[in-house]
């Protein structure tokens, strides 16, 4: 264990996701696939790439890449999104993209 993990354990290093995504997500994580996801506003530069969060799963992720956004149009998976959540998300100048896997 390095340092930074050990920090973020002492600190509880914490991140959640929209109920609503919760099956999904943590059925990706086990299956060991990469999940994306669009962080916004207090989010907004708060997850670092090769850090270990804690997640409402039980298991810890760890964050393979944050791409900095200017807008939800440069998101790769863009057209998969609702209507609701590009109108949400259209509101945002600052946006990071985040992918995450399991740790271990």
Do not use: H
Not at 53 to 60: A, D, E, I, L
């Amino acid at each position: 264990m390095n340092l930074n993990d050990y920090l973020n354990i002492l600190f509880e290093s914490k991140i959640d996701f929209p109920k609503n995504e919760y099956i999904s997500i943590k059925k990706d994580l086990k299956e060991n696939k990469i999940v994306n996801s669009i962080r916004v506003d207090k989010e907004y530069n708060q997850y670092k790439k090769g850090q270990i969060y804690s997640t409402p799963f039980k298991f810890n992720i760890i964050i393979v890449d944050v791409i900095k956004l200017k807008n939800i149009k440069e998101y790769k998976y863009f057209k998969s999104l609702s209507n609701t959540q590009i109108a949400y998300l259209e509101k945002f100048d600052k946006l990071d993209w985040i992918k995450f896997k399991k740790e271990g």
